[in-house]
């Protein structure tokens, strides 16, 4: 079935470094690739998201990039801060504007240690 | 404000025993989702409701059941036939798609902690 597979399971770096997270999905399908991020106790909120006619996007300090071919997409955090630790998750879905499901990856937690 | 309220917070049950989630939405939402989210598993989709009055099965229905009776309220009851059901799930909701450029970005609730003792 589909799959997104999520590395690392966990990030640790210093304020001001960089942090990437990387993610392959399965169905060759997919168009539709978002990130959340999930703050300790909290729902996990949209913070980035990129549909397969664009390679990259950018805003501010994240970025995500898409390879379709070899069906992998990364989420890039420049100069890291304390408030983005947290626990990351990508999702790929095929048909999202259709009522496609979100299929998420496991997920990623990032620690910026000050 | 709008948004998405999960209730309880916290819960604790007893093995066997039937426990109900709720889920409310203030955002006009026509599509809501029920998740669950083990450490190390990502979030795997439950049940979820296109419409009121009409739900479907995710991944892992089983030892769920839910309703759709109004729009803003779709609660997930955990039964006593769910081998594992300690774990934190989740509600979300979206507008309803509608095949056009708009992705309609998904809205979590801040999530229950179920326990069973």
């Not at chain 2, 409310?24 to 439950?46: C, F, S, V």
Request: charge should be neutral.
């Amino acid at each position: 079935g589909e799959n997104v597979e999520q590395h690392p399971s966990t990030l640790s770096v210093q304020e001001g470094d960089s942090a990437v997270i990387k993610c392959t999905y399965s169905d060759s399908a997919s168009n539709y690739f978002p990130w959340y991020k999930q703050e300790l106790g909290k729902g996990p909120q949209l913070i980035i998201d990129i549909r397969s006619n664009v390679g990259e996007k950018k805003d501010q300090r994240i970025a995500v990039t898409l390879n379709k071919t070899a069906k992998h997409f990364s989420l890039h955090i420049t100069e890291t801060q304390p408030e983005d630790s947290a626990v990351y998750f990508c999702a790929a879905s095929r048909g999202y504007n259709q009522g496609g499901k979100l299929i998420f990856g496991q997920g990623t937690e990032l620690s910026v240690k000050p | 404000d709008g948004g998405i309220t999960q209730s309880p917070k916290y819960l604790f049950r007893k093995e066997g025993q039937n426990v109900t989630l709720s889920c409310e939405q203030n955002l006009n939402h026509d599509a809501m989702y029920w998740y669950r989210q083990d450490p190390g598993q990502g979030l795997r989709l439950i049940y979820y409701s296109q419409i009121v009055n009409d739900f479907q099965k995710g991944d892992i229905a089983e030892g769920y059941s839910v309703s759709r009776e109004k729009k803003e309220s779709f609660p997930l009851t955990v039964t006593s036939a769910q081998k594992n059901p300690t774990a934190f799930y989740l509600c979300a909701s979206r507008v309803r798609a509608s095949g056009g450029t708009n992705t309609g970005e998904l809205f979590f609730g801040e999530g229950s902690r179920l326990t069973v003792l």
